[in-house]
């Protein structure tokens, strides 16, 4: 301290001054940009989350009922493969004659159906969705001989549990 002392008293009036005005100078950069600037965008950014999680809580007690209502209808767990699984529900359906084949596939399950009862096949569908969780990747459906039967390849997605 005592070199830098002994510095600036060497240096001319002119000198001194410049020296002192290029501290303050210093001083108020780093102030403002070093302390200033990035507690202000702290603030700010605290107070942006502060509105959102507010607009969050407001719906959550709003739509509350529903929420909860749809809490319980969680996709069942039984436990099963899924090709297990799937095959079951359709025989229980209703479409045990219809059933040519069920395999598993990268993504879930795949399964034939032969002159299935489209209005049965719908319900089948619909009962694997809203109970055990498999949703739709792919059908195609095709017109089979006599109306209202259908032939079907139908693949699943793993269930989402």
Same mark, same amino acid.
């Given at each position: 301290?005592n =070199?830098l002392?002994a510095w600036?008293?060497?240096?001319?009036q002119? @000198?001194r001054r #410049?020296? &002192?005005?290029?501290? #303050?100078?210093?001083? /108020?950069?780093?102030l403002?940009?070093?302390?200033?600037? %990035? /507690?202000q965008?702290a #603030?700010s950014s +605290? *107070?942006?989350?502060n +509105?959102v999680k507010?607009?969050? /809580?407001?719906?959550m007690?709003?739509?509350? %009922? @529903?929420v909860?209502a749809?809490?319980?209808?969680? %996709?069942?767990?039984t436990?099963? +493969?899924p090709?297990?699984? *799937?095959?079951?529900v359709g025989r @229980? +359906?209703g479409l045990a004659?219809?059933?040519?084949?069920?395999q598993p596939?990268?993504?879930?399950?795949?399964v034939?159906?032969?002159a299935?009862p489209f209005?049965v096949?719908?319900?089948w569908l619909?009962? /694997?969705?809203?109970?055990y969780?498999y949703a739709? @990747?792919s059908i195609?459906?095709?017109r089979?001989?006599? %109306?209202g039967? #259908?032939? &079907?390849?139908?693949?699943f997605? =793993?269930p989402?549990?």
């Amino acid at each position: 301290m005592n =070199k830098l002392r002994a510095w600036f008293v060497g240096l001319t009036q002119r @000198e001194r001054r #410049v020296v &002192a005005i290029g501290a #303050v100078v210093l001083m /108020l950069i780093v102030l403002v940009g070093g302390i200033l600037l %990035p /507690l202000q965008s702290a #603030v700010s950014s +605290a *107070v942006r989350i502060n +509105a959102v999680k507010r607009e969050d /809580l407001a719906w959550m007690r709003v739509n509350s %009922p @529903e929420v909860r209502a749809a809490g319980f209808a969680l %996709p069942a767990d039984t436990g099963e +493969a899924p090709v297990v699984l *799937v095959d079951r529900v359709g025989r @229980e +359906a209703g479409l045990a004659a219809a059933l040519r084949g069920t395999q598993p596939n990268t993504t879930g399950v795949r399964v034939q159906l032969e002159a299935a009862p489209f209005d049965v096949m719908i319900v089948w569908l619909d009962t /694997l969705d809203t109970r055990y969780g498999y949703a739709l @990747e792919s059908i195609t459906v095709d017109r089979g001989t006599a %109306p209202g039967m #259908v032939n &079907a390849s139908v693949s699943f997605t =793993k269930p989402r549990h």
